[in-house]
């Protein structure tokens, strides 16, 4: 999620885990390619920003990987990092600061701050205005730039992207997210809901087409459980679960994600020698909202980094606002995405709770919250 109109929760791995697990072993892709919003951009929104201030700029973000600032909307590495480590792969780096010279020999991530699938135009008729001039399909754009600069041929396209995973999101959640944040009826939002689908779909058939044969499509998080929509949406009349989620959202994620995996088996059915394999981020992350003391979380309900209200997220999070506490006690960093955690601290939890970020990407890797799991497809 970009920002609370921009995005839903994410999840990393702990890295002494991952190094246990089978991906050391098979080296599968050489490269990773990656799609998507500030979920899992590492880096091209802060490039663009260029010498403009931003919060992503300062501590404490990258505070407890890098130490530093490092272009991600965490305190330390997002998802698609992990992925990379999990398979031997160095962190994936932002296309745009090398759109025009980059080689990428291990592949590279068009993921930006507050991308949407649709593009803007799609929401005029609805009398809705972006704010953002980022979708799927400019990223699509760059990474066909990308590639024709460094295989003109189609031999060269295919074999590259034949020895690649493709990261297809999570994208489509922005294309929601702005418009429940612009307090618009939120029931018209379903109406979106198989054209944001069928984007993704689009978007990985261009891919398959290209010459992609393992792509990963995530789907999207319970929102009714993100601290954002929790403190913008959650007013006293409105229905929550027994985790203390808000019903509707989450039942409106439900339904994109039913969707989704509908088009998945599709695409699975038109594309018999490709891999598609379809992660289930909406599972993954219920577990900790479930049973957090097991995640060594205290409340997965509320950020670390932010205001003073009940979820601390009323003055979001940028070098001045308060840290609650470590983030390692965190699921959320800023109400919006998650928190990393330190390989260091990995090894305390390592029989004992496993963290919020390994819930999901390990899931990924190993099953059961993707299908099949990524590593088995090697």
Same mark, same amino acid.
């Given at each position: ?48 920003? *260029?010498?403009?201030?931003?919060? #992503?700029? @300062? ?6 990987? %890098?130490?530093?600032? $490092?272009? =991600? ?88 992207? *034949?020895?690649?995973?493709?990261? #297809?999101? @999570? ?6 997210? %702005?418009?429940?944040? $612009?307090? =618009? ?194």
């Amino acid at each position: 999620m970009a920002s609370f109109r921009c995005k839903s929760v994410l999840f990393a791995v702990s890295v002494l885990i991952l190094l246990n697990s089978p991906a050391v072993q098979c080296g599968c892709y050489k490269r990773i390619f990656s799609f998507g919003d500030s979920i899992i951009d590492t880096g091209n929104f802060v490039h663009l920003v *260029g010498d403009h201030p931003s919060a #992503l700029k @300062e501590r404490p973000f990258g505070m407890t990987f %890098f130490h530093h600032p $490092a272009g =991600r909307v965490s305190d330390g590495r997002v998802i698609i990092d992990f992925y990379a480590q999990a398979l031997q792969l160095p962190l994936p780096p932002p296309n745009l600061p090398e759109q025009n010279t980059g080689e990428f020999p291990t592949g590279a991530n068009f993921a930006i701050f507050a991308s949407t699938a649709l593009p803007e135009s799609y929401f005029k008729r609805f009398n809705h205005r972006l704010r953002t001039p980022w979708n799927l399909g400019v990223q699509m754009d760059w990474f066909k730039q990308m590639l024709q600069r460094i295989a003109p041929n189609d031999g060269d396209k295919r074999r590259i992207l *034949g020895e690649s995973l493709i990261v #297809l999101g @999570e994208i489509g959640g922005n294309d929601y997210n %702005f418009w429940f944040g $612009a307090a =618009r009826p939120r029931e018209q939002a379903y109406q979106f809901i198989p054209d944001v689908v069928g984007c993704i779909g689009s978007a990985a058939q261009d891919l398959i087409n290209l010459g992609a044969k393992t792509i990963l499509v995530p789907n999207n998080f319970p929102i009714g459980c993100v601290p954002a929509y929790l403190s913008g949406h959650g007013g006293d009349d409105e229905p929550r679960d027994e985790f203390r989620c808000l019903r509707w959202f989450n039942d409106f994620s439900a339904r994109h994600n039913q969707a989704l995996r509908s088009e998945v088996d599709r695409l699975r059915a038109r594309n018999p020698g490709v891999k598609l394999i379809y992660a289930d981020y909406f599972g993954a992350a219920m577990e900790f909202v479930k049973t957090p003391a097991r995640f060594g979380i205290g409340d997965p309900l509320v950020a670390c980094c932010g205001g003073n209200n009940k979820y601390h997220t009323n003055d979001g999070c940028n070098a001045t606002t308060r840290l609650w506490g470590d983030p390692l006690s965190f699921a959320s960093w800023d109400g919006v995405h998650m928190t990393d955690k330190q390989s260091v601290e990995a090894a305390a939890f390592l029989n004992t709770a496993d963290k919020a970020y390994h819930a999901i990407a390990d899931g990924v890797l190993n099953g059961p919250f993707a299908d099949p799991p990524l590593l088995r497809s090697c």
